[in-house]
């Protein structure tokens, strides 16, 4: 009996390590953990939107169930504090929607602020997968959500699995995976600009 007790004690001992050691490696990333020297041109380029998160009575998510897919397109804006981020997303009607946004860059964080809404902070997120970003948005009273992109338009199972783990540690139980269905919109140019090449999806 005493066997047994022990064996079960052991067995919800490692639940619980289990839990914590998911919990830790769903930390947000601090200056450390990046080269500053190639923070933030390693994120330059494009980049597919595979999956969201946020909690189940949230309304974080409204916006991305009429969405199909998206591509974005990260790039150095006019000055060195600023990236400029597009977006091609496609509904599900089959439309396309392009979409633009300014990031804010501080010297002294990875967070990123968002031109013209000074409550909006994106932060960044440690990921088991190399080629992918994790994305906190929040602003106080509105959203709050976890955001997943991959450099892939087609991501392996088990990582949606890890951000899936990432979003429950952080109290977001609602998960929406993109249909990805359609094919992708093409990223439209931005003025003064050159228009990207035309990117193959898998």
């Known amino acids: 009996m005493l066997q047994q007790a022990w064996a079960y ?13 998911v919990c830790e490696h769903a930390g947000k990333l601090s ?21 969201a998160a946020a909690s189940k009575i949230s309304p974080s998510l409204e ?6 897919n998206t591509l974005f397109n990260i790039n150095e804006e006019t000055r060195p ?12 009607d089959g ?8 990031y804010l860059v501080s010297e002294d964080s990875v967070d990123l602020g968002t031109e013209g809404r000074p409550d909006r902070n994106t932060e960044l997120f440690a990921s088991n997968c190399s080629s992918c970003i994790i994305m906190q948005e929040s602003d106080p009273h509105i959203i709050r959500r976890l955001l997943l992109f991959s450099r892939s338009s087609h991501l392996d199972q088990r990582y949606i699995d890890d951000f899936k783990k990432k979003a429950d540690c952080a109290g977001m139980h609602k998960l929406l995976v993109m249909p990805r269905a359609q094919e992708y919109c093409e ?3 931005t003025k003064g600009k050159r228009k990207s090449k035309k990117t193959s999806h898998e």
């Open 81 to 92: 504090d600023r990236l400029l981020l597009r977006a091609a997303i496609r509904i599900k």
């Open 95 to 102: 439309s396309c929607m392009p979409r633009e946004w300014i």
């Open 187 to 189: 990223l439209q140019p």
């Open 63 to 68: 916006a991305y169930t009429m969405v199909d």
């Open 9 to 21: 004690f052991l067995y919800l001992l490692g639940m619980v390590m289990e839990a914590i050691t």
């Open 31 to 51: 200056p450390n953990d990046l080269d500053r020297k190639q923070f933030p041109s390693q994120y330059y380029g494009d980049w597919y939107f595979i999956a």
